[in-house]
């Protein structure tokens, strides 16, 4: 069920900048698409499956619902903003986890289950930014993947002191949703690195 | 056969791009042969095999053939565009029927089928126009993956009323052909998002 | 441990280019990873394995210590720019030496072993390259996968003459190495394909 959300709430945020790119319904379509079920995609191809939504329509299908939702709202969206960024960071939260107990249930170390928590939950956004051809957000601004790097360290730390998977799952889910949170209210950004001018 | 013609004209078209961006030699190919083999090559890794061109040098020919051509007519091109349109589009439904055919093959339900031929047909595109570090064409202008989506459809009554493959990858080729033909004479277009401004 | 030092040098190309472009220290990692380990992870997906990384923390931890190099050293690097540019042609052709071998081994013949060779050499720069919205340096200057493809010759010609893996692995490495050099020293470059002007 958050899953749903999330996947409708990533999926909005692809449409959105794609339609201020001027885009196509179906471009718009495949851009929130990408946004949302991008990273579990790349999770799964690393995993060695098949990309989760091939066998379960109802992620495309909430694709659909936030393409619809945009055409309906349009400018309204903006007033909408702090709901949609909720549902967004618990899509995050729950795709951070989701993507963690996949990993580990292919046999994989933890450190590669949290890389993987983290591409699960944030790689669709850096997807999204690639075909709107713009850098990606989250490398510039914004503590978001490292919201996930930290939810899935106390994932591991509640596996370590021998909690349950749910347990785990809703500790970790909550540090991702309260480290975004945090980090939106005091407006905390990663320290960027001081650069020579380009190299090329 | 069919497949050739489409791999030589989806190759010109990225080396055209990319000419148009002063790439040089060995990044032409490139682009025109992800342009050609790209969609292909998604759909096999999520299908989870290895990429068809991998096994069978005749596609990377081809794509050296469209390199060739280009060099030798070069600005003379534009005077072929009808042909090569025409080529490119019998490519497009050459490759949606393959990627719905191995996609069934695989076991998967018709919906996907029909997602993986449109993957086949043009994901190519788009890989060539991030790489060129463009906005993916498809994206904004131009019916062309709905043509493959419409050829599916298509695809599917067929074999929902019983015809054999054969029958049902020639309707639903034609499809997309006259999908295609019919969106450029016509000048028909997606309606576009009404966007908000910028978001970031 | 030429396999470190060519991570190690990879990671910093990445990194550097993400600095000049302001991304936080989250972003400049992550290009850097991308950079180092982008090319064999294509080409694992390619072969049907999980990425060699998802088994091995070392290749992040080159990346680490690559990150914190950059910030040490800061602008200082210019100053090093022969050393890392040495560096990052070993890693080039110890990756293409690499890549020919793990496609040999999974039975794919000799000219698939090539391009994934070059594949695991480039195409992680090609990843950087897109993820700072640029288009990638290896499609417009200097010769670089053709060094590899270069190698990947001699490797199949060692191969044909009846040397063991290693020499035929040295031999590989050292024409890489020795196009890169001559390449740069000469100013060598493949010829730009005269362009129409752009088509769409």
Chains 1, 2, 3 share one sequence.
Not at 44 to 61: A, E, Q, R
Not at 172 to 189: E, I, N, P, S
Request: proline share 2%; aromatic share 12%; with cysteine.
């Amino acid at each position: 069920m958050l899953d749903f959300i999330g996947t409708i709430a990533f999926a909005i945020s692809g449409i959105r900048l794609a339609s201020a790119k001027h885009f196509d319904l179906f471009g718009a379509y495949v851009v929130g698409v990408t946004t949302a079920v991008g990273g579990g995609t790349m999770r799964d191809l690393m995993l060695g499956t098949s990309p989760f939504w091939m066998t379960d329509p109802v992620y495309l299908i909430c694709s659909g619902i936030a393409l619809v939702w945009v055409m309906i709202f349009g400018k309204y969206l903006i007033r909408q903003n702090n709901t949609w960024f909720l549902f967004d960071t618990i899509g995050l939260a729950v795709f951070t986890v989701t993507g963690i107990e996949r990993t580990v249930a292919a046999g994989f170390p933890f450190w590669t289950a949290i890389i993987m928590g983290t591409i699960t939950g944030a790689a669709g956004g850096v997807f999204r930014d690639v075909f709107i051809n713009e850098e990606p957000l989250i490398f510039r601004k914004e503590i978001y993947a490292m919201a996930c790097v930290i939810g899935g360290l106390f994932y591991y730390a509640c596996a370590r002191l021998g909690t349950d998977n749910i347990t785990a799952g809703i500790v970790c889910g909550a540090m991702v949703v309260a480290m975004r949170l945090l980090a939106v209210k005091y407006k905390l950004r990663l320290p960027i690195l001081k650069g020579e001018e380009a190299q090329q």
